[in-house]
Structures are given as C-alpha cells and as structure tokens.
C-alpha cells in the first residue's frame, strides 16, 4: 500500500495559481499545495502494477495546465493519469455513485470544500483539499489522507468522525458527503479497465 504525506515534500517545487502570478515563495511546493499530485501517485501505486513518481507528476500538472488555479485541477489531470495507466475516469457529485463505484472495486479522489459559512467546519481541511477514498464497508469509508498530521482530528468541530489507524483513517460516507458539498466536483474516479 502506498501512502505519501505531502507534509514529508516542502523540497520538491511546485508553481500553480499560474493565471493569477503563481503564489508567494513559500507556498511553491509539494508540501503546501500538492495533495492532489500526492493523491494521484497514491492512486497510480494502489491500483496499478505501476508507479508515478511525486516529481513526474508535478511536472505532468504544470505541462498539461493543471496549475493555473489554486493547487491542482484534477478534471485535467486526473484523466490523463488514468489513460496512462489502463484505469477509466470519471467524476460525480452524488455520494450514491461514489458508494457503487467503491463497492465495485474502484478507488476516488474526493474534492473536500473545508469551513464555509453557517459554522460548518472542515472534516478533513479548513480549505479546499483531495483526498483519496480508498474503499468502502457498509457506511464507513477508508481515507488516506494526504496532509494527515498527528492532533488533526481532535480540533473542536472534528472530534469523534474520524477513527485513525495512521495511516488509514475511517468515516461515515455521509460525513464525507458533507465534507465535498459545496464542491464540483465532489469526486474524482478511477476503476482498472477491463
């Protein structure tokens, strides 16, 4: 199983918020922007017989654009990586489809939204952030989370969701659900070709 901590990555660069003058300095790198490049590698390295290593997929985000905005666009990305490495893509908002596809075998990267208005904070970030749904049973979802670090999920609004057995970490699907509503898309899914 391979899981990457983007945490573990502040020496490996990365330039996005390109449309906009890219960002400050210390905000260039792997560590403070590249969950979606970690989760993708995560994904290549749990599903396929091949790897994608962390600075190939950099390098993969900013040739095809995928770093004009905040972080990284996994809609341009994401398929790319699939046809590279025998898996489908595809993406929904409905935590109906992501349970099937979970249960069929497939694995997601879900688009989690963080605090917004109302007092909803954050399950798995207080901003936008990807991480990878790795399987499902009955209502609890298995996450390896990118920027994971050890006190995360005993921050007031956080306690008692999420069950850790680092790295691994359980939830209910409807907290999930909760966690990407005000994304679109909410998940990102890759299932092997037949």
């Known amino acids: 199983m391979l899981y990457l901590n983007q945490l573990d990555y502040p020496h490996i ?22 969950c979606g490049m970690c989760s993708l590698c995560m994904i290549v390295g749990n599903m396929t017989m091949g790897s994608l290593p962390l600075e190939e997929c950099v390098k993969l985000t900013e040739d095809l654009g995928a770093n004009m905005e905040l972080g990284s666009k996994l809609t341009i990305i994401g398929p790319a990586v699939a046809e590279r490495f025998g898996l489908t893509y595809s993406s929904t908002n409905d935590v109906n489809v992501l349970i099937d596809h979970l249960r069929r075998g497939g694995k997601a990267v879900a688009n989690v939204g963080g605090d917004r208005e109302g007092g909803y904070i954050g399950l798995f970030s ?13 209502n609890e979802v298995c996450i390896l989370d990118p920027s994971y670090k050890e006190g995360k999920f ?23 659900a909760k966690d990407v509503a005000n994304r679109d898309p909410g998940f990102h899914l890759f299932m092997r070709k037949k």
């Open 13 to 34: 660069p990365y330039n996005h918020n390109m449309a906009h003058g890219g960002v400050p300095e210390e905000r260039r790198c792997v560590a403070t922007s590249g």
């Open 126 to 138: 207080h901003v936008g952030h990807y991480i990878v749904v790795d399987s499902i049973d009955g």
């Open 154 to 176: 005993d921050e007031e609004g956080r306690q008692g969701k999420v069950k850790v057995c680092y790295p691994y970490l359980y939830c209910d699907v409807e907290l999930l």
